[in-house]
Protein backbone atom coordinates (compact mmCIF):
# COMPACT_ATOMS: atom_id res chain seq x y z
CA UNK A 1 0.00 0.00 0.00
CA UNK A 2 1.37 3.41 -0.96
CA UNK A 3 0.72 5.79 1.78
CA UNK A 4 1.49 9.47 0.43
CA UNK A 5 2.86 12.56 2.18
CA UNK A 6 0.32 15.62 1.69
CA UNK A 7 3.16 18.01 0.82
CA UNK A 8 4.51 15.80 -1.98
CA UNK A 9 5.05 17.19 -4.85
CA UNK A 10 2.16 15.36 -7.47
CA UNK A 11 2.40 15.01 -11.38
CA UNK A 12 -0.45 14.37 -14.00
CA UNK A 13 -0.01 12.81 -17.41
CA UNK A 14 -1.76 11.92 -20.35
CA UNK A 15 -1.80 10.53 -23.78
CA UNK A 16 -4.77 11.66 -25.34
CA UNK A 17 -6.88 9.40 -27.65
CA UNK A 18 -10.42 9.05 -28.51
CA UNK A 19 -10.74 5.90 -30.65
CA UNK A 20 -7.86 4.19 -29.03
CA UNK A 21 -8.01 4.84 -24.94
CA UNK A 22 -7.24 8.31 -23.32
CA UNK A 23 -4.83 7.04 -20.28
CA UNK A 24 -4.46 9.52 -17.44
CA UNK A 25 -1.47 8.93 -14.62
CA UNK A 26 -1.09 10.60 -11.33
CA UNK A 27 1.79 10.16 -9.71
CA UNK A 28 3.86 11.71 -6.69
CA UNK A 29 7.38 11.98 -5.95
CA UNK A 30 9.50 12.16 -2.64
CA UNK A 31 12.31 13.36 -4.59
CA UNK A 32 13.94 10.04 -4.96
CA UNK A 33 11.06 7.07 -5.21
CA UNK A 34 8.04 7.56 -7.56
CA UNK A 35 4.78 6.50 -6.20
CA UNK A 36 1.92 5.89 -9.12
CA UNK A 37 -1.36 5.93 -6.85
CA UNK A 38 -3.84 6.46 -9.64
CA UNK A 39 -5.39 6.08 -13.52
CA UNK A 40 -7.64 6.40 -15.62
CA UNK A 41 -8.11 4.92 -18.79
CA UNK A 42 -11.24 5.26 -20.96
CA UNK A 43 -12.12 5.31 -24.45
CA UNK A 44 -14.15 7.93 -26.77
CA UNK A 45 -13.97 11.10 -24.81
CA UNK A 46 -14.00 14.42 -25.93
CA UNK A 47 -11.34 17.08 -24.05
CA UNK A 48 -14.40 18.54 -22.45
CA UNK A 49 -15.55 14.86 -21.18
CA UNK A 50 -11.91 13.81 -20.17
CA UNK A 51 -11.18 16.87 -18.22
CA UNK A 52 -14.82 16.29 -16.22
CA UNK A 53 -13.40 12.59 -15.49
CA UNK A 54 -9.69 14.51 -14.35
CA UNK A 55 -11.81 17.00 -12.40
CA UNK A 56 -14.37 14.14 -10.59
CA UNK A 57 -10.82 11.79 -9.68
CA UNK A 58 -8.60 14.68 -8.08
CA UNK A 59 -9.44 15.93 -4.83
CA UNK A 60 -9.57 19.41 -4.06
CA UNK A 61 -7.13 19.40 -1.46
CA UNK A 62 -4.85 17.50 -4.04
CA UNK A 63 -4.81 19.75 -6.50
CA UNK A 64 -2.85 22.24 -4.39
CA UNK A 65 0.37 20.04 -4.79
CA UNK A 66 0.27 19.18 -8.07
CA UNK A 67 3.05 21.25 -10.11
CA UNK A 68 2.94 19.82 -13.24
CA UNK A 69 0.47 18.34 -15.84
CA UNK A 70 2.40 16.87 -19.11
CA UNK A 71 0.70 15.96 -22.17
CA UNK A 72 1.87 14.14 -25.52
CA UNK A 73 2.79 16.23 -27.82
CA UNK A 74 0.00 15.27 -30.28
CA UNK A 75 -2.36 16.99 -28.33
CA UNK A 76 -1.01 20.53 -29.19
CA UNK A 77 -1.49 20.03 -32.60
CA UNK A 78 -4.18 17.67 -33.02
CA UNK A 79 -8.08 19.54 -33.33
CA UNK A 80 -11.47 18.20 -32.85
CA UNK A 81 -12.81 21.72 -33.49
CA UNK A 82 -11.20 25.19 -34.08
CA UNK A 83 -8.70 24.56 -30.79
CA UNK A 84 -6.47 21.73 -30.21
CA UNK A 85 -7.24 19.18 -27.72
CA UNK A 86 -4.77 20.57 -25.08
CA UNK A 87 -6.55 24.20 -25.46
CA UNK A 88 -9.83 22.69 -25.03
CA UNK A 89 -8.56 20.23 -22.15
CA UNK A 90 -6.77 23.60 -20.47
CA UNK A 91 -9.63 25.65 -20.92
CA UNK A 92 -11.93 22.77 -19.15
CA UNK A 93 -9.62 22.03 -16.22
CA UNK A 94 -8.15 25.77 -15.34
CA UNK A 95 -11.26 26.70 -13.14
CA UNK A 96 -10.87 23.87 -11.37
CA UNK A 97 -7.10 24.59 -9.48
CA UNK A 98 -5.19 22.56 -12.33
CA UNK A 99 -1.77 24.03 -14.21
CA UNK A 100 -1.55 24.83 -17.55
CA UNK A 101 -0.86 21.65 -19.43
CA UNK A 102 2.71 21.35 -20.59
CA UNK A 103 4.13 18.98 -23.60
CA UNK A 104 6.17 15.75 -22.73
CA UNK A 105 9.62 15.41 -23.60
CA UNK A 106 9.37 14.19 -27.04
CA UNK A 107 12.51 15.36 -28.82
CA UNK A 108 14.57 13.14 -30.95
CA UNK A 109 15.44 9.77 -28.81
CA UNK A 110 13.19 10.60 -26.13
CA UNK A 111 10.78 8.01 -26.54
CA UNK A 112 13.99 5.55 -26.44
CA UNK A 113 15.81 7.64 -23.33
CA UNK A 114 11.92 7.03 -21.87
CA UNK A 115 11.39 3.40 -21.89
CA UNK A 116 15.25 3.31 -20.59
CA UNK A 117 15.00 5.74 -17.35
CA UNK A 118 11.32 3.94 -16.38
CA UNK A 119 13.52 0.21 -16.56
CA UNK A 120 16.08 2.16 -14.51
CA UNK A 121 13.89 3.45 -11.99
CA UNK A 122 11.95 -0.36 -11.66
CA UNK A 123 15.06 -2.08 -11.68
CA UNK A 124 16.47 0.13 -8.66
CA UNK A 125 12.98 -0.10 -7.37
CA UNK A 126 12.22 3.73 -7.00
CA UNK A 127 9.11 3.44 -9.25
CA UNK A 128 6.14 2.14 -7.46
CA UNK A 129 2.72 1.34 -8.91
CA UNK A 130 -0.31 0.96 -6.48
CA UNK A 131 -3.01 -1.98 -7.20
CA UNK A 132 -5.40 1.05 -8.00
CA UNK A 133 -3.61 0.67 -11.17
CA UNK A 134 -4.82 -2.26 -12.62
CA UNK A 135 -3.92 -1.12 -16.32
CA UNK A 136 -0.63 -0.54 -15.49
CA UNK A 137 -0.06 -3.68 -13.05
CA UNK A 138 -1.16 -6.05 -15.94
CA UNK A 139 0.50 -4.08 -18.69
CA UNK A 140 3.99 -3.76 -17.39
CA UNK A 141 4.99 -7.27 -17.23
CA UNK A 142 3.39 -7.69 -20.63
CA UNK A 143 5.53 -5.13 -22.47
CA UNK A 144 7.86 -6.56 -24.89
CA UNK A 145 11.00 -5.09 -26.55
CA UNK A 146 10.79 -3.89 -30.72
CA UNK A 147 12.97 -6.49 -31.95
CA UNK A 148 15.10 -6.93 -34.01
CA UNK A 149 15.43 -3.39 -35.13
CA UNK A 150 14.42 -1.05 -32.22
CA UNK A 151 14.96 -3.33 -29.38
CA UNK A 152 15.25 -0.46 -27.11
CA UNK A 153 12.12 0.51 -27.84
CA UNK A 154 9.16 -1.50 -26.36
CA UNK A 155 6.28 -2.53 -29.15
CA UNK A 156 3.64 -0.89 -29.58
CA UNK A 157 0.26 -2.79 -29.04
CA UNK A 158 -3.34 -1.58 -30.00
CA UNK A 159 -4.09 -1.93 -25.98
CA UNK A 160 -5.71 0.23 -23.36
CA UNK A 161 -1.93 -1.13 -21.40
CA UNK A 162 0.25 0.73 -24.47
CA UNK A 163 -2.00 4.10 -23.71
CA UNK A 164 -1.07 3.97 -19.83
CA UNK A 165 2.55 3.25 -20.37
CA UNK A 166 2.96 5.88 -22.74
CA UNK A 167 1.07 8.07 -20.16
CA UNK A 168 3.36 7.00 -17.78
CA UNK A 169 6.59 7.35 -19.80
CA UNK A 170 5.51 11.09 -20.06
CA UNK A 171 4.74 12.05 -16.55
CA UNK A 172 8.15 10.38 -14.79
CA UNK A 173 10.87 10.97 -17.44
CA UNK A 174 9.85 14.68 -18.37
CA UNK A 175 9.82 15.13 -14.48
CA UNK A 176 13.00 13.44 -14.23
CA UNK A 177 14.34 16.44 -16.98
CA UNK A 178 13.45 19.02 -14.40
CA UNK A 179 16.52 21.02 -12.99
CA UNK A 180 17.05 21.46 -9.27
CA UNK A 181 15.70 24.00 -7.20
CA UNK A 182 17.83 25.13 -4.03
CA UNK A 183 16.57 23.52 -1.33
CA UNK A 184 14.53 26.60 0.15
CA UNK A 185 12.64 27.23 -2.63
CA UNK A 186 12.01 23.28 -3.40
CA UNK A 187 10.78 23.27 0.14
CA UNK A 188 8.74 25.97 0.14
CA UNK A 189 6.62 25.02 -3.04
CA UNK A 190 5.66 21.67 -0.68
CA UNK A 191 3.73 24.41 1.47
CA UNK A 192 0.96 24.09 0.98
CA UNK A 193 -1.18 25.70 4.50
CA UNK A 194 -2.68 28.79 3.74
CA UNK A 195 -1.49 32.27 4.36
CA UNK A 196 -4.09 32.93 6.84
CA UNK A 197 -2.39 30.22 8.93
CA UNK A 198 1.32 31.43 9.58
CA UNK A 199 1.88 29.06 12.15
CA UNK A 200 0.63 26.05 10.45
CA UNK A 201 2.86 27.36 6.94
CA UNK A 202 6.00 27.83 9.94
CA UNK A 203 5.43 24.48 11.22
CA UNK A 204 4.95 22.70 7.50
CA UNK A 205 7.96 24.55 5.75
CA UNK A 206 9.78 23.42 9.09
CA UNK A 207 8.76 20.00 8.18
CA UNK A 208 8.92 20.34 3.85
CA UNK A 209 12.88 21.64 4.89
CA UNK A 210 13.80 18.64 6.72
CA UNK A 211 11.65 16.21 4.33
CA UNK A 212 14.26 18.02 1.50
CA UNK A 213 17.44 17.66 2.94
CA UNK A 214 16.61 14.03 4.62
CA UNK A 215 15.84 12.90 0.58
CA UNK A 216 19.00 14.94 -1.02
CA UNK A 217 21.16 12.96 1.45
CA UNK A 218 19.90 9.84 0.51
CA UNK A 219 17.90 9.09 3.43
CA UNK A 220 14.12 9.39 1.94
CA UNK A 221 11.05 9.02 3.76
CA UNK A 222 9.23 6.95 1.49
CA UNK A 223 10.20 3.94 2.75
Not at 91 to 117: Q, V, Y
Not at 145 to 170: I, M, S, V
Not at 191 to 219: F, I
Request: net charge neutral; charged share 25%.
Amino acid sequence: MIHLRTWWPRVLSLDIGFAHASAVIWHATDGENVYVYREFVRQHLTAPELAAEIVKLTPDQERKAIKAFYVGPDAFSRKTSDRTQAIELDTALASHGFPSLSPAAAGPGDRRLGWLFLYQMFKEGKLKISPACPVLVKAIPAAVRDYPDHAEDLLKTETDGDDALDALRYGVYTSSLSPRLPIELEAAKLVTVPMSNLTGRALQYREAMQDVRRRRAGMSLGR
